[in-house]
């Protein structure tokens, strides 16, 4: 049963996502509503507020603080909705037959956890969410040692998560690969993946000839007491029960 903050969450992200597409709508049509701005009033000034609310929501829901991140992303619809109500301009919030905007997250996800699913999550609200799951002799050649769980179970876990719209087993030869076969228009970093923003998109804009969003979901979750990551989880593990005889 979902909780009071799992509601605040997803009504957090499915406004910022609507916010954020009715934005970006009404600034592709400025120029094309010269005849019906005859009114006193500053829109471009407006409806820049409005996208500084949204951005402010994102950055809010990066830190997973939803309960802010929602009075943001509502500020910003308040905002949009005016320029209807003052006969300007008709927002056009977004329907069933609109084209969402294609994320890409990578990683190992060798055990999935609490910290995993709000990642997941948060990746979501910025469109149809594509996951890559790093291959076995990747995560030995970056960690040293093979996975506790093998690619395709990792695989398996990760497809059943909801927010996921597909997920996949990654290039054994080059990260870009994977990159390359979903073209996104937005890449979501975890907390601690190594990539810079900037380096990261010049990366893919020399490869596929265009450069992606590179945004970092910005804090780790401490889903148990003193525990945020796989890590965190060996250790409790190995401090409970590597000594016990049982």
């Not at 019906?36 to 950055?59: F, K, M, N, Q």
């Not at 998109?201 to 804009?205: G, H, L, Q, Y």
């Given at each position: 049963m979902a909780t009071e903050a799992d509601v605040i969450a997803e009504r957090a992200l499915k406004y910022i996502r609507n916010?954020?597409?009715?934005?970006?709508?009404?600034?592709?049509?400025?120029?094309?509503?010269?005849d019906?701005?005859?009114?006193?009033?500053?829109?471009?000034?407006?409806?820049?507020?409005?996208?500084?609310?949204?951005?402010?929501?994102?950055?809010y829901a990066a830190k997973g603080d939803y309960a802010t991140?929602?009075?943001?992303?509502?500020?910003?619809?308040?905002?949009?909705?005016?320029?209807?109500?003052l006969g300007v301009l008709e927002p056009e919030w977004p329907d069933e037959g609109f084209e969402e905007k294609r994320v890409?997250?990578?990683?190992?996800?060798?055990?999935?956890?609490?910290?995993h699913v709000e990642l997941l999550r948060y990746a979501s609200s910025l469109g149809k969410l594509y996951v890559v799951i790093a291959r076995d002799s990747t995560v030995e050649k970056i960690?040293?040692?093979?996975?506790?769980?093998?690619e395709k179970s990792r695989l398996k876990v990760v497809s059943a998560v909801r927010?996921?719209?597909?997920?996949?087993?990654?290039?054994?030869?080059?990260?870009?690969?994977?990159?390359?076969?979903?073209?996104?228009?937005?890449?979501?970093?975890?907390?601690?993946?190594?990539?810079d923003e900037e380096q990261l998109?010049?990366?893919?804009?020399a490869r596929l000839g265009y450069r992606p969003e590179v945004v970092r979901?910005?804090?780790?979750?401490?889903?148990?007491?003193?525990?945020?990551?796989?890590r965190d989880i060996y250790r409790e593990v190995c401090s409970r029960l590597c000594n016990s005889e049982s």
């Open positions: 916010a954020k597409t009715a934005v970006e709508r009404l600034k592709s049509r400025l120029g094309q509503e010269n019906r701005r005859s009114i006193s009033i500053d829109i471009e000034s407006l409806i820049d507020a409005a996208e500084r609310y949204v951005g402010d929501a994102e950055y991140a929602l009075s943001a992303a509502s500020y910003a619809e308040g905002l949009i909705d005016s320029l209807k109500y890409f997250v990578g990683g190992t996800f060798e055990i999935l956890h609490p910290g960690k040293g040692r093979k996975p506790i769980l093998g927010y996921v719209y597909n997920a996949f087993l990654g290039s054994e030869k080059d990260f870009l690969d994977s990159v390359e076969k979903v073209k996104p228009d937005i890449i979501v970093l975890g907390p601690d993946q190594g990539f998109a010049a990366m893919v804009e979901f910005g804090y780790k979750l401490e889903f148990e007491q003193g525990i945020k990551g796989v």
